[in-house]
């Protein structure tokens, strides 16, 4: 389009260019903007989703903070969504890794390089996103669509976030860098940090509406999928009938999204998003509980003593 449009990218990239940025141990350097920080290289992804999104009351957005289960969502809901499009058995999940068929919407769609329209999505349209619900375009609240959000014990999402930040900047993972990463970490400072107030806005739009926002946890998901999926599902307004139950299509559900079944398929040992990215960095271990592995007894008392604080009077417990 005319000039007006590449006025607003002008001003744009000189506002960007203001931000107050930092730079994590691993080589990621955040940057803030309006009370969160984003990965500097999709900023301005995320401003013009912000700015030009326009949401369909069928759409279903998932939201996640970072290496909360955003792949396994989107594996799950993409499944519910198209089962009777493609049987299990022919799903497009066996050749595509699940980033492909649910792009993120500040980086694949409204980011620099986009890889897809949204023109080209089938409906119901499942998309993802890590902006913060402050955030989130205004359509998505004044219309009907839905939005998912995982969360995830912030310990596991942490260290699960410094193995996927070594493999993006292409180094070992270094565990001597954690006591700086989880510094920063506690001053808010993290991809899309501060991490509880992500979980905040979030789960009190939950709280507030109910019917469009679902606040899931990681944790219950692996204890009890069978329950969740069900409840993923009806929330969808697509609930599995008895027929289905009956006919065992949620466990064929729960198999083929299932972290060691994904990880082990061609297409993510050995192949590459359409991003260009491994598809393996996304399956790491798929287990609750690895901090133990990591953290030191004085990091936990720090977090927890601040967690605390945090989520005092919200009725969320970690
Ligand atoms: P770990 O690094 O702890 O193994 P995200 O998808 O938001 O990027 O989060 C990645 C985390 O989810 C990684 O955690 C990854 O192994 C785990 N994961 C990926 N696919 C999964 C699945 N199908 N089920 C459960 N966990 C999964």
Known sequence: CGDEERMG???????LKTLPMEKLPEGIDPCFYERHWYRS??????????????AQDTDLILATFPKSGTTWLKALTFTIANRNNYPVSESPLLTTNPHDLVPFLEVDVYGKNPILKLEDLPSPRVLGTHMPYSALPISIKDSNCRVVYLCRNLLDMFISYRHFAAKLSNTPFD?????????MFCRGVSSYGPFWDHVLEYWKASQERPDKVLFLKYEDMKEDPISHFKVLAKFMGLPFSAEEESQGV??????????????????NK?????????????????????????????????????????????????
């Open 270 to 318: 050995n192949e590459k998003t359409r991003r260009g990215n491994p598809c393996s960095m996304f399956f790491r271990k798929g287990e609750v509980g690895d901090w133990a592995n990591y953290l030191t007894p004085s990091m936990l008392e720090r977090i927890n003593k601040l967690m605390e604080e945090k989520f005092a009077g919200s009725g969320l417990n970690f």
């Open 250 to 267: 949620i466990e064929e559900v729960l198999k083929l999204c299932s972290f060691n079944n994904l990880k082990d398929l061609e297409v």
């Open 175 to 183: 565990p001597s860098l954690i006591e700086e990463s989880f510094d």
């Open 41 to 54: 290289k999709f900023i301005h992804g995320s401003i013009k989703f912000q700015e030009h999104f326009k």
């Open 9 to 15: 990218e002008k001003e744009m990239e000189v506002v």
